[in-house]
């Protein structure tokens, strides 16, 4: 065994048993150096659990709860319903839940927090598959992407999860990367200051599940910025900004062709893929302001 | 000063809760018992009740909302029925096991299928296991009284377990009767303030509660729950005998009904206890030495006092309102064979009342006079004892017409 001699530097323990190359943990590291001690957590099995640690053991610094997997968001609810009933009205109270926990079975009790207007800060770490169970397709899982339950490639495209929350009329809603984090942190600020629920989706990499070196992890990242295949916007009282806007949209090739998962998606799908990722980008330039 | 009000089950509950001064509430209708959510809600909107009101959109989040709210420090309520309390089964376990004192009304309904709107105890029944007490009612009082009590022996330190207070869907839920009601000032000095306990979510005393945790501390854990049911049973009777004392009410986990010197006992459950004791008094004034016994607490189960009280006597039935499906005869049926095991009696097992089917006067004096058939039984055991006269043949699919 190891003496820790050092107190970590985050509220996040410097010895946590993610993967290596993890977008995951870069994400929640940096989230809870913008949020700061008065924040508690809500936490659901999967991949994140990792950070409520091990038996006696702890992975962050920080009150926090591990609920079930649907129910990140009722279980946020309630903490922020109990905390100001006892007049606490400043700790944020933050749910931190994968694409499966959010827009699979934890979609029904998102869409309510988000229809009665409950102050949680909402943040869905997107690795775009069941990963911590071993790659099982998600519905946040692309058109065309391999995993072991569409092992021939998903054949329907993902689901619009900021759309779903915008159709709420939810107040503040963005996506983000970790392959530009001061744009992750100013969202998670605004996020915070935001007097209703708020959403933010985080594009979170996984060399595993993605198939690609672990240190290619923010180049990965990148090139899906790049390429238009996950846009940087935000959508505030409704009004849409894309935050970034590359001067030409690279060919999302540039973005497949570093990830194992997309191997064997053939050409005439590229196309496709190529053509809803291009038209889904020009949308959100359209809106936005 | 108490006073009397003319309440059904549901708003006894409400008045029992608002008495408690809840401070989160959180609830999904269900037929019978959405008028604990109306009801909780017109509380909170005329200012009678200072709490958050949470609107959900499930049974599963409404007591994942309790379970949140609680945990951070005040008492929580909700309330449910039949395929409600089924959704919620993932969060009454997770509720257990973090130790969450929750108290939570539970309006006994059927579970689907087939669809049925009335009394029937496999909603609870099924949920008998998880870590929660329950207490079951015999009429309205008992809805208002035991209500009251599970907040102080849930919360009690030496427990530290949620609590479903079980009250027959129509039966008492809509069923308007007498009640005592106390006033605010008594129910605080009763039930007091919320404390929080071992473990809580706090921004200033932060801890991570219910992570992953090994074979290493599993089974310590389960014990630890086991270790609160067993306080339970000792802190349920001083919690009752308080109440009585402030009160003047008398609650047990178990009530003995004319047992002093019956030869045949009937044990039964809920509302239908009363109809049973009502029989017994009919029976007794015939001179037939009867007697009935009623299970309060189901859980824990009260198995010493039930040995004890039926310990002088020749033969003993237990009318059971769930089926118990492929098991040998019905859930309270196995609990009272478990606890009289040393006994050497037979003990038969009538299922009735299922899917709100009414336990009359009848049905309780044809199980009396099924039981004094000695070794003439009719019925198979268990004995469905007011199954029709051709169960397997109720409808007629007729085609073509």
């Known amino acids: 065994m190891f003496d820790v001699v050092k107190q970590a530097k985050g509220l996040v323990a410097h010895g946590v048993s993610a993967c290596a190359g993890c977008g995951l943990e870069l994400i929640l590291r940096n989230v809870l150096d913008v949020l700061g001690e008065d924040t508690v957590v809500i936490i659901p099995p999967g991949c994140s659990a990792l950070f409520c640690g091990f038996g006696p053991e702890a992975g962050m610094r920080l009150g926090g709860f591990q609920g079930n997997l649907e129910n990140t968001a009722a279980m946020a609810a309630g903490v922020k319903a109990g905390l100001e009933a006892q007049g606490n009205h400043h700790t944020t109270v933050l749910a931190f839940a994968g694409d499966g926990a959010t827009a699979d079975i934890g979609l029904q009790s998102f869409s309510g927090m988000v229809e009665r207007g409950d102050r949680v800060l909402y943040i869905c770490y997107d690795n775009e598959a069941y990963m911590n169970t071993g790659i099982q397709s998600s519905s946040s899982t692309p058109m065309g992407a391999s995993t072991t339950t569409t092992p021939a490639g998903k054949l329907t495209p993902r689901k619009d999860l900021i759309a779903i929350a915008v159709a709420h009329g939810i107040p503040y809603a963005a996506s983000a990367s970790v392959a530009n984090i001061p744009d992750l942190r100013r969202k998670v600020q605004k996020a915070r200051d935001t007097a209703g629920p708020s959403l933010i989706h985080v594009h979170a990499p996984c060399p595993t599940g993605w198939g690609y070196p672990p240190a290619k992890s923010i180049e990965v990242c990148r090139a899906a910025v790049n390429t238009g295949a996950w846009v940087l916007y935000e959508v505030e009282g409704g009004r849409t900004t894309v935050n970034v806007k590359p001067k030409e949209l690279h060919p999302v090739a540039d973005y497949l062709n570093l990830q194992g998962r997309f191997k064997g998606v053939p050409a005439d799908q590229i196309e496709r893929i190529q053509k809803s990722v291009r038209e889904r980008y020009e949308a959100l330039v359209d809106k936005s302001v | ?401």
């Open chain 2, 1 to 401: 000063m108490a006073h009397d009000k003319m309440l059904d089950g549901n708003t006894a509950a409400v008045e029992a809760i608002k008495a408690a001064r809840v401070k989160v509430i959180s609830a999904y209708p269900i037929t019978p018992q959405s008028t604990i959510a109306e009801k909780l809600a017109d509380a909170v909107a005329d200012g009678a009740l200072d709490a958050n009101y949470v609107r959900v959109e499930s049974e599963h989040s409404a007591l994942s909302v309790a379970l949140g709210a609680q945990m951070t420090g005040v008492r929580a309520a909700t309330a449910t029925a039949s395929v409600g309390l089924a959704l919620m089964h993932e969060i009454v376990n997770a509720a257990a096991g973090v130790r969450a004192p929750i108290v939570m009304p539970v309006v006994n309904r059927a579970l689907a299928s087939p669809w049925s709107l009335w009394c029937d105890h496999q909603d609870s029944m099924a949920e008998r296991d998880s870590g929660w007490m329950q207490l079951y009612c015999e009429n309205v009082q008992d809805v208002y009284d035991l209500t009251m009590c599970a907040y102080r022996i849930a919360e009690d330190c030496r427990v530290q377990l949620p609590c479903m207070v079980c009250l027959d869907g129509f039966f008492l839920s809509h069923s308007m009767q007498k009640v005592r009601v106390a006033e605010q000032a008594e129910a605080d000095a009763f039930i007091g303030p919320y404390r929080r306990h071992n473990s809580y979510i706090d921004p200033e005393d932060p801890m991570i509660v219910n992570n992953l945790t090994s074979s290493d501390e599993f089974t310590e854990m389960r014990y630890q729950q086991s270790r609160g049911f067993f306080a339970a049973e000792s802190v349920m009777e001083e919690v009752f005998a308080e109440f009585k004392e402030q009160f003047g009410r008398e609650h047990h986990m178990v009530e003995p009904y004319r047992l002093e010197d019956a030869k045949t006992v009937l044990v039964t459950i809920g509302s239908m206890a009363g109809t049973a004791k009502y029989v017994a008094d009919l029976l007794r004034e015939q001179g037939q030495r009867v007697g009935v016994l009623k299970i309060v607490s189901f859980r824990p189960f009260p198995y010493r006092q039930v040995a004890a009280l039926l310990k002088n006597v020749e033969q003993v039935a237990v009318l059971d309102r769930s089926a118990g499906l492929g098991a040998q005869g019905a859930p309270v049926w196995l609990e009272v064979c478990a606890a009289l095991q040393s006994m050497g009696l037979n003990v038969c097992s009538y299922i009735g009342g299922l899917g709100g089917r009414d336990i009359s006067m009848d049905t309780i004096r044809h199980i009396f006079e099924d039981m004094a058939q000695e070794c003439t039984q009719v019925y198979e055991n268990p004995a469905w004892i007011d199954l029709k006269e051709h169960p397997m043949n109720i409808r007629q699919v007729l085609k073509h017409v």
